[in-house]
């Protein structure tokens, strides 16, 4: 699969592709604060590590876990630049006030972020190993100020409109119309329940099927 497209499991076991949009953005797939507690994947450095070579991080140059080092306060601030980014993303997919010190989190985040180089001897691009952490957070906190702080990519941050989805994308889409974290989910899901509604008797639409509430996805990939 393309660096940076994901699979995740939702709480009913189904699995789904999630293109989050952005490397910033997929961060916020790997767990959250509050109850996003409950989908947690990044435990320990070693979760960080095998995590990372999927990602958009991995795009420029293969990477492999021998190519990092990753420790437990690596992990420790990658956990806490994603949940502050959760205090973001959702304010501005809906129209809300964002977080100042939120985001001043985020700049102090946003330092020397991993070098590749191309040899000489193939042409081929290689990272300068190792890859630490704190190239790694400033990756990502890169990443997402330039989301938040370029108003083109700003007004396509998107929550999924599947309810009770909460997904958070970048709209990458040409026509910018993207409305849910994955067609194989919440798209078909949607349109499975337009086609029940046109269907229905007004009886029926008067006692609308319990069973088409799901809840919130996970983030396990």
């Known amino acids: 699969m393309h660096p940076g497209i994901h ?4 709480a009913y076991g189904q699995q789904f592709s999630f293109d989050p949009g952005s490397l910033g953005v997929e961060l916020l797939a790997t767990g959250g604060p509050g109850a996003g507690r409950r989908w947690e ?7 960080l590590a095998d995590w990372l070579t999927r990602t958009r991080l991995a795009a420029p140059a293969p990477l492999t876990v021998s190519d990092l080092r990753i420790g437990v306060a690596d992990l420790e601030r990658v956990r806490h630049l994603r949940d502050t980014f ?10 809300r ?10 700049n102090g985040y946003a330092d020397a ?29 890169r990443d997402a100020l330039t989301v938040i702080g370029t108003p083109a990519l700003r007004d396509r941050l998107r ?3 599947g309810d009770p989805c909460q997904l958070i994308f970048l709209d990458t889409s040409r026509p910018g119309n993207r409305r849910w ?12 329940r337009s086609h029940r509604n046109r269907r229905a008797t007004p009886t029926a639409a008067a006692n609308p099927d ?12």
Not at 7 to 10: A, G, I, M, N, Y
Not at 97 to 106: I, K, M, R, W
Not at 124 to 133: A, K, L, S
Not at 181 to 192: D, L, P, Q, T, V
């Open 7 to 10: 699979v995740l499991t939702s």
């Open 41 to 47: 994947i990044l435990h320990r450095p070693a979760d």
């Open 86 to 95: 959760w205090l973001i993303a959702p304010a501005i997919a809906h129209g």
């Open 97 to 106: 006030p964002v977080d100042a010190a939120a985001v001043e989190v985020l």
């Open 113 to 141: 972020p991993p070098r590749f180089r191309v040899d000489a001897a193939d042409l081929v691009r290689r990272w300068v190993t190792p890859v630490t952490g704190r190239q790694v957070l400033a990756a990502f906190a």
């Open 159 to 161: 929550e999924c409109a």
């Open 181 to 192: 974290c994955s067609m194989e989910r919440c798209g078909n899901r949607n349109k499975a």
């Open 210 to 221: 319990p069973g088409r509430a799901t809840p919130t996805v996970t983030a396990t990939p």
